[in-house]
């Protein structure tokens, strides 16, 4: 009898076991470090709240802009070909928006680190005159009216109470979602594909001068350094001594992370560099020896026109086709074009 | 027997004054007459008027000899002239609370800066939080005096940590009615030159202090 059930569980527990972790996939392969936010265990429905509200031009004063005019999925997240990004009632900004994928591992948020809860990201734009224009109050009682998001907040929260915290959280769940974690890069980690030799190449010249600053697996270390470019005396933007006011954060800047850089450019926090070979070119030639330049820049980038072009094959292997492709992230035509459809 | 009296009122009220817990009110003067937002006085001759006027007040705790005898449920508490109810902190005690000061914060604290979307007080639909970056608005107060001015006061990191600390201690009242007198405030800070407040720094950190220190027991 005994036996009986011994056997049982033997067969049951794997099964469970197999169940569960076919139903909890984790969202990031073995070889990334702990995120700083949990990601284990992200609400489908909160989530699917969040996309829709992501994509939806209702978070703007005059229903024209919406998260994704500045951060394309098909860009990773970004707003590729413009230098800086622009907003409500085509008014240019400051900065060229930053792709978003990976936020859970950031703990600073903004180019400048001014935000430092991502919950608390989204009131940055929704309140910014030339980004959308609005404020959370009228944000929350357009929401309030509409056909459609009473319904969705009940589905994702049990309840129709639409408040700036709910609305807030989903955000939030949807844009902790978005991992990239399968690019070449991550498969040959994780053992699934072998690099070029060209690739193995430029992955060593990567890690002799790129690495001590864009630390992989992130290919960021998450800090603020300055890579000497000098300020833009148009825009005028003294980057995280905006936020702190002290002296020896002037002109620093958030590292951005190399993955997706095909997806994503123009690059710096300005968009002034048009291409890979233009940043290439700046690290290895023109590198401007500025009072504020980071010490591990200080000794100089020396490489030969053969390596570049292998550092750059290497660093094309960031790139995450499957993320910038998938369906899962894109407008959710399901529930807002039903919105669009439906008599007012 | 009128010296006699006269003793025994002295006898009375050099009794520490220990009297049951009524609920913490905040009143706010000018001249020493209640508020009134944007009604017309005067300051040093000047027409002036005040339109917001709004502040959190965080981690209140009565004490009795040095001891926390009370502590109300809800950490954090949006005092706003314009809403009278909010100015009220009610004591939720069946028991008689033995007191003899309060202590409590002006403004949020770090790590509640650092957290993520909270509701009630801190509910960022309040109009006191920062939205180009992170951070609680602690005080705000705008009008107008010559021009417009904004005092914006916050800050959470070092070293412009701008929470403040306020310590009262009660002796000759059976109320907890605290007061904030503005014509003192204005007096105590470099009015002439600082006029705009909007972001954590120097300035900030000089006027939470002046506020922190107008705050009294109502006598």
């Known amino acids: 009898m005994r036996f009986k059930y011994l056997l049982i569980a033997l067969f049951v527990i794997p099964l469970l076991l197999a169940f569960y972790i076919k139903e909890n996939p984790k969202l990031y392969p073995s070889h990334f470090p702990e995120p700083y936010y949990n990601v284990d265990s992200l609400d489908y429905n909160k989530l699917q709240l969040g996309r829709a509200l992501f994509y939806d031009p209702i978070l703007s004063a005059n229903n024209t802009i919406s998260c994704n005019s500045c951060h394309s999925p098909y860009n990773a997240f970004s707003h590729t070909d413009h230098k800086l990004s622009h907003g409500i009632f085509d008014s240019i900004g400051r900065r060229n928006a930053p792709p978003l994928f990976n936020l859970a591992w950031q703990k600073d948020l903004m180019w400048d680190g001014a935000i430092k809860h991502i919950d608390k990201q989204p009131l940055a734009p929704i309140h910014d005159k030339i980004e959308m224009g609005s404020s959370i109050d009228s944000v929350l009682m357009r929401l309030q009216k509409s056909s459609i998001y009473p319904q969705l907040f009940v589905k994702a929260f049990g309840d129709s109470t639409i408040n700036s915290k709910r609305f807030l959280k989903a955000l939030s769940e949807f844009q902790l979602s978005l991992v990239s974690a399968k690019s070449k890069y991550d498969y040959v980690k994780s053992g699934l594909d072998t690099f070029t030799k060209q690739e193995q190449n430029g992955y060593s010249i990567f890690k002799a001068n790129c690495n001590s600053c864009h630390v992989e697996p992130m290919f960021t270390n998450f800090s603020f350094a300055s890579n000497g470019l000098p300020v833009d005396t148009k825009i005028n933007d003294w980057g995280k001594y905006e936020v702190s006011n002290k002296s020896g954060d002037s002109l620093l800047f958030k590292v951005p992370t190399l993955r997706n850089l095909t997806y994503t450019y123009p690059y710096m926090h300005d968009g002034r560099f048009a291409n890979l070979n233009e940043v290439l070119n700046y690290y290895t030639h023109g590198l401007n020896q500025s009072d504020y330049l980071s010490v591990q820049l200080k000794v100089g980038i020396d490489l030969t026109p053969n390596e570049i072009v292998d550092l750059k094959a290497f660093l094309l292997t960031l790139n995450d086709q499957e993320f910038v492709f998938n369906k899962e992230n894109k407008f959710p035509r399901a529930i807002l074009l039903n919105e669009a459809s439906k008599p007012k | ?219």
């Open chain 2, 1 to 219: 027997m009128h010296c006699l009296k006269n003793i025994f009122v002295l006898l009375l009220v050099s009794i520490p004054f220990l009297v049951k817990a009524q609920d913490i009110k905040f009143n706010t003067t000018y001249q020493g007459y209640e508020l009134a937002l944007n009604s017309a006085y005067t300051y040093e001759e000047n027409p002036t008027t005040f339109s917001i006027f709004k502040f959190y007040i965080s981690d209140v705790v009565l004490l009795h000899k040095g001891k926390v005898v009370y502590q109300p449920k809800e950490r954090f508490h949006l005092i706003d002239f314009a809403n009278p109810a909010s100015q009220t902190i009610t004591i939720d005690s069946k028991k008689r609370i033995k007191f003899d000061a309060i202590q409590f914060n002006l403004g949020i604290d770090s790590a509640t800066n650092y957290a993520g979307a909270q509701d009630g007080a801190l509910d960022p639909i309040n109009g006191m939080y920062w939205t180009w970056q992170s951070g609680y608005i602690n005080f705000k107060f705008e009008g107008h005096l010559d021009m417009d001015f904004n005092y914006h006061l916050g800050g959470f990191q070092q070293p412009n940590y701008a929470m403040q600390k306020v310590d009262l201690s009660f002796k000759k009242t059976k109320h907890i009615d605290i007061n904030f007198e503005i014509e003192s405030f204005l007096k105590s800070i470099d009015f002439e030159n600082i006029s705009t407040v909007m972001s954590p720094g120097i300035n900030g950190n000089a006027l939470s202090k002046a506020a922190a220190n107008n705050f009294k027991v109502k006598r």
